[in-house]
């Protein structure tokens, strides 16, 4: 899953098949994370990343 804002992905994604949810949409958007699969959660700098890991499961923890 990439967190980036969309100007930076526009200079490219880094994985294959990635998700882009920017981390400002991520409460908005849980629904389209499977939370059964596996996830790697990524940025540019690895900030946004540690913020948006705990929140792949929603605040229930379902």
Not at 38 to 60: E, L, M, N, Q, T
Request: charged share 30%; aromatic share 4%; net charge negative.
């Amino acid at each position: 899953m990439d967190v980036r804002n969309d100007a930076e992905l526009e200079k490219g994604k880094i994985f294959k098949g990635a998700i882009h949810i920017p981390l400002p949409e991520l409460e908005d958007r849980f629904r389209e994370i499977d939370p059964t699969t596996p996830a790697v959660v990524h940025c540019a700098s690895g900030y946004r990343s540690g913020i948006a890991a705990p929140d792949k499961k929603p605040a229930s923890g379902h």
